[in-house]
């Protein structure tokens, strides 16, 4: 048996219910933090039932906890499994503390959910607090207008959570575009913990990964790639797209669809039989290196999600932003203040979804501004600042790593 010398460990939770944007947030940060440090190890805690279908660089791998799906009245179900949700939720937080104990991180990372989805993680947290183990909370640049959040967050208890366990909260945004929690009665010790990191900036994936990954080779032509993210929610874009092809067959770009992993199976099939009758069209329903089809993209249409932000951001890439704004206006709130910033175009979806309004969009969108005419300090600096801040933590005396009660006496 071949023995290891102990480095440092990272765990990260992100609880996946739904989509791609936790995941590939949690992967992105992930990889350059081991990128950077070369001691590290990381595992990450995931409930999206295709982790799978991504490559993990060395020194990061993952743990597939049983998945749940967010119906539409809200409540949770398990996604594959016939099971009680409540039995189904023990599992989840059985795995995830077990999980903990073993591996025996030096930092813990929470993506999003303060305590979990339903509170699995509040063991965990204790656990690892009652070690001296760091807790980091993760947060995107935009959770929801402040009263839906303000109510979500007093039914989950997640302010008691996060001045009961959190180090530290990292918001992967900066203010001039948004400010989370902005909106929320929080303690004046936890709006102190609160560090703006910067968008977390993407790149092309490294040569290697390519081999063993859900891919498709960019067209030649030049074309307009379309994205609805996951694609769970992206029936009305990918529609409103296709009609304004079918409209106007003198667009002069044609365009890349990526329906989404998580469209169903129907809609997906009608799609690509209206995509057969367009000429300049064409549709896959994956690719796990997106971060390709949208360097070689004359421009960019989706809806707005996170990660498409960043990516939009660090291509510098023309953007026509359609965001939802139902069960969450999380992309509306960012669409229109980039929109205000300069740095993406957005068409707000009015339900009509005159095609004719979506070809004008389409035919002036090479004509737009790309991001990088607007300067905005410290726009890309994200796993800059995550790599400098997991670095002070893992270095950090252990007077400084003791748990926050014990600190605050």
Request: hydrophobic share 40%.
């Amino acid at each position: 048996m071949v023995a290891h010398k102990r480095g440092a460990r990272i765990l990260i939770y992100s609880h996946d219910t739904f989509g791609l944007g936790h995941l590939r947030r949690c992967r992105e940060i992930a990889h350059s933090l081991v990128e950077n440090r070369k001691d590290l190890s990381i595992l990450i805690l995931s409930g999206s039932p295709i982790i799978g279908s991504f490559d993990f660089r060395a020194r990061v791998d993952y743990v597939r906890i049983p998945g749940v799906i967010k119906l539409r009245n809200g409540e949770y179900t398990s996604l594959s499994l016939h099971i009680d949700l409540s039995d189904m939720l023990a599992i989840r937080q059985s795995i995830i503390r077990h999980t903990a104990d073993i591996f025996e991180p030096n930092l813990f990372l929470v993506d999003k959910e303060p305590l979990g989805l339903r509170g699995e993680v509040r063991e965990t947290l204790r656990l690892l607090r009652d070690r001296g183990v760091p807790l980091i909370l993760g947060l995107r640049d935009v959770m929801d207008e402040p009263a839906q959040l303000a109510s979500e967050w007093e039914r989950k208890h997640a302010i008691e959570g996060i001045s009961e366990f959190y180090d530290e909260i990292w918001t992967y945004g900066l203010p001039q575009i948004c400010e989370p929690l902005a909106g929320l009665d929080l303690p004046e010790s936890v709006r102190h913990r609160i560090i703006y990191t910067g968008y977390l900036k993407r790149g092309l994936p490294a040569p290697g990964s390519l081999a063993t990954s859900v891919r498709t080779e960019p067209p030649k032509d030049p074309y307009l790639l379309v994205t609805p993210g996951g694609g769970g929610d992206g029936e009305a874009l990918v529609d409103w797209v296709l009609r304004a092809y079918e409209s106007d067959r003198t667009l002069p770009i044609g365009a890349l669809i990526v329906l989404g992993p998580f469209m169903a199976p129907e809609l997906q099939s009608r799609f690509l039989d209206r995509v057969k009758l367009l000429p300049n069209i064409k549709a896959i329903t994956f690719d796990s290196h997106i971060e390709t089809l949208i360097e070689g993209a004359v421009g960019i249409v989706a809806m707005g999600g996170y990660n498409i932000f960043c990516e939009v951001l660090s291509f510098d890439k023309r953007a026509l932003i359609v965001p939802r704004s139902k069960p969450r206006r999380e992309q509306l709130i960012r669409a229109e203040r980039a929109q205000e910033l300069g740095l993406v175009r957005m068409l707000a979806d009015d339900g009509l979804r005159d095609p004719r309004t979506m070809a004008t969009a389409l035919r002036q969108l090479p004509q737009q501004n790309v991001p990088s005419d607007i300067v905005v300090p410290g726009l890309l600096d994200g796993l800059d600042n995550v790599n400098r801040r997991m670095e002070h933590w893992l270095t950090a005396p252990k007077t400084q790593q003791a748990p926050l009660a014990i600190r605050r006496t």
